[in-house]
């Protein structure tokens, strides 16, 4: 089965501009998360999305947006671009468990989008 | 807030010598423990996971590790290491309570000598 898809997986902007992230999820899976991953950060969650609803999300400026479409797939979108929002995108999907239940949900990442920033 | 700490930035080991990446989580309650590998260029890949039960998790690549919970430790080991294990390793706790956020520690790059 197929499995995390991310688009692009390389992209340049300048300051300033604005740049939209695409991520198609595994078939059945209903839960989108996102992460930023840069050498001095590390990897920081950015939002997670379910049933096109934002649930959760991470200490970023509101220059970091996302939505999720009916069929899971998710968008990501920073504007007015900094240099340090140079990173590896990263998106994850998974089929998220009542919360409560047992058991870990599990997250599946995609090859990510690395973003630079000029 | 969950953190996780993982000891030494960079492993350098043989072919063929053993493995060992560690990892210190600080929590009240025992979180979810995993561990992903990161190779150039590519996304992470889940290793192995702790849930629950037996504390010895076997995973992918001949890796294991085992949860500690009176250390609070959950260590990655892989008895004989491969070239092909050269890559950046990731330990990352999710809070039982809590079921949509990893939290990841710095990560760990692993080189093998011929």
């Known amino acids: 089965k197929a499995g995390v898809t991310q688009t692009p997986r390389y992209l340049i902007k300048t300051r300033g501009q604005q740049v939209t992230l695409s991520c198609s999820p595994i078939s059945g899976h209903r839960s989108v998360s996102w992460y930023q991953q840069t050498p001095g950060q590390g990897l920081q969650f950015l939002f997670e999305y379910f049933s096109e609803t934002q649930r959760n999300k991470g200490n970023f400026p509101g220059r970091f947006s996302g939505r999720q479409f009916s069929n899971s797939r998710s968008e990501m979108n920073v504007s007015t671009l900094e240099l340090g929002d140079s990173a590896l995108y990263l998106c994850?999907?998974?089929?998220?468990?009542?919360?409560?239940?047992?058991?870990?949900?599990?997250?599946?990442f995609g090859a990510g989008s690395r973003l630079t920033v000029l | 807030a969950q953190s996780v700490t993982q000891l030494g930035s960079h492993v350098s080991v043989s072919e063929g010598a053993l493995v060992l990446l560690r990892c210190n989580y600080s929590s009240s309650v025992p979180p979810y423990l995993f561990w992903y590998v990161q190779y150039p260029n590519q996304g992470l890949q889940l290793l192995l996971k702790?849930?629950?039960?037996?504390?010895l998790v076997k995973g992918i690549n001949g890796f294991e590790a085992e949860f500690k919970k009176s250390e609070t430790s959950f260590h990655l080991t892989k008895p004989s290491a491969h070239m092909s294990d050269a890559a950046e390793y990731f330990c990352?706790?999710?809070?039982?309570?809590?079921?949509?956020?990893?939290?990841f520690g710095a990560g760990t790059t692993v080189t093998v000598r011929a």
């Open positions: 990352a706790v999710r809070e039982r309570s809590n079921d949509y956020k990893l939290s």
């Open positions: 994850a999907s998974s089929i998220p468990r009542d919360r409560g239940a047992s058991g870990a949900n599990v997250l599946t």
């Open positions: 702790y849930t629950t039960g037996a504390t």
